[in-house]
């Protein structure tokens, strides 16, 4: 029987305010600084990945929570006005949506967070109608959201049990702590880690401390013994993943334990990066349910994050399916998706 939905994802939802170009330190002491723009946009790297996944045709479903305010309402409103499933964003009845405010320079970002609701999201907000009705599971945002955290590997394990594939975006740790005993279990049930080059080196250190500097790939061109992605990579795949790193300019590459795979960036003037490798996940994803290999799918992903940045905000620029797979050959002939 088919299933209602390609995809269902977990995490996080909220507002963006991005603001910049500002100075590389914002001034205090009350002064008042003017910078180019302003803006109120949809966020969160697990609603980007599901407004991603959309746009590339993909039936998604979202499960996570808001607040009963005003920025709840955004949230609710502009997922699915893109076109994803809302039926499971729960309200939480007393605290406040989460809310993201991004500072942007050139290339660079950063990023401030108030959680809102973000540890109250739990395991009573993934139902199991949605786990046995999606062909693959993701999460994104692990370390925001420590009560879903410890309960995702089961909650993978029972995506699983349903036939489902199961991917994960950890994002950044802001404790940079990158917790072994809380993440491990859950790598035992994910198919696919999607993290950046940074997070990659940091989960490897901790998940795998030493084992990155035995890794040959790592001597890669680009890559020296034991320091960059396809190190981290080749460690961390040893855990049971396939691990997929998104490596900016350096373009992207796959580690399944015994191979690495690259694929080249697909040229892009940037606008704004915000979301990018949120774009990214919901490439490789679409690319993996459409059956592509890996070389293909990391093409096509290369290409959704790329295009991704041709305008402000994690969402506004998201290509179609037609648009990544045209720029995708643009790197990788006969790449289709």
Request: proline share 8%; aromatic share 4%; hydrophobic share 45%.
């Amino acid at each position: 029987m088919p299933r209602p939905f390609d995809l269902l994802v977990i995490g996080d939802a909220n507002p963006d305010v991005v603001v910049g170009p500002v100075p590389r330190t914002p001034e205090f002491g009350q002064r008042e600084q003017l910078v180019d723009s302003g803006r109120l946009l949809m966020g969160g790297s697990a609603a980007i990945t599901a407004c991603g996944a959309a746009r590339l045709g993909l039936r998604v479903a979202f499960a996570g929570r808001v607040g009963d305010d005003a920025a709840g309402a955004f949230v609710r409103t502009a997922l699915a006005g893109r076109g994803v499933d809302v039926s499971a964003l729960a309200t939480d009845p007393e605290l406040p949506t989460p809310l993201t405010t991004v500072l942007t320079h050139g290339a660079d970002r950063a990023i401030l967070t108030a959680p809102g609701c973000l540890a109250a999201t739990g395991p009573q907000d993934v139902p199991d109608r949605l786990l046995a009705g999606a062909r693959h599971v993701h999460a994104g945002s692990f370390f925001l959201m420590p009560r879903l955290a410890r309960s995702l590997g089961e909650i993978f394990a029972r995506a699983r049990g349903h036939g489902a594939a199961t991917s994960l975006d950890t994002n950044d740790d802001p404790a940079q702590r990158w917790d072994a005993e809380l993440l491990g279990p859950v790598l035992k049930s994910t198919d696919f880690l999607l993290p950046n080059a940074a997070e990659a080196r940091a989960l490897a250190a901790t998940l795998a401390p030493g084992s990155a500097e035995e890794a040959p790939e790592g001597t890669a061109e680009g890559d020296g013994p034991g320091t960059g992605p396809a190190s981290a990579a080749a460690a961390l795949a040893r855990l049971g993943p396939l691990v997929v790193v998104k490596d900016g300019a350096a373009g992207a590459l796959a580690h399944d334990g015994a191979v690495l795979t690259r694929t080249p960036a697909v040229p892009a003037d940037p606008v704004d990066t915000v979301g990018a490798g949120d774009s990214f996940d919901a490439g490789f994803i679409a690319a993996v349910l459409h059956g592509l290999d890996l070389p293909a799918a990391l093409s096509f992903a290369a290409a959704c994050g790329a295009l991704s940045t041709r305008a402000h905000g994690g969402t506004a620029a998201q290509p179609t399916r037609d648009e990544a797979r045209a720029a995708a050959l643009t790197t990788r002939p006969g790449s289709h998706a």
